[in-house]
């Protein structure tokens, strides 16, 4: 299974940018996606989630009202757009699917993890 994040780039505050994350992989099945991000020198922190089912998103609250999450799970794939963005926002975003249903937000409860695309925000 891998997930390829791609999106991430450089920005002033108040811009927007969408990250975007596919699955793929031979039995390829999740029941949560979603995004971490991790700063220099910074703990890896939840951003947020979506569950399949019923559609749940959780975000964190620093984003919340900021950032939105989006998936298609036909077609394995999650997306973050997020605007007004701050320079605290920066830092490397990762795409992340656990197979289970519960919405997780410790990273250590998630199976599958991307790359990583970095967000930097200059104010």
């Known amino acids: 299974v891998q997930l390829q994040a791609s999106g991430g780039g450089s920005v002033q505050a108040g811009d927007s940018l969408r990250l975007s994350c596919a699955g793929s992989g031979r039995a390829f099945g999740t029941g949560v996606m979603g995004w971490f991000r991790q700063a220099p020198g910074k703990e890896r922190e939840f951003v947020a989630l979506?569950?399949?089912?019923?559609?749940?998103?959780i975000y964190a609250d620093s984003v919340k009202g900021r950032f939105t999450i989006s998936g298609d799970n036909a077609k394995n794939t999650v997306s973050l757009q997020m605007t007004s963005l701050k320079p605290e926002d920066t830092a490397v975003y990762y795409c992340?699917?656990?197979?289970?249903?519960?919405?997780?937000?410790?990273?250590?409860?998630?199976?599958?993890w991307g790359q990583g695309t970095q967000v930097t925000v200059s104010s």
């Open positions: 979506i569950r399949w089912s019923g559609g749940l998103t």
């Open positions: 992340t699917a656990r197979r289970g249903t519960y919405a997780s937000t410790i990273s250590g409860q998630y199976d599958y």
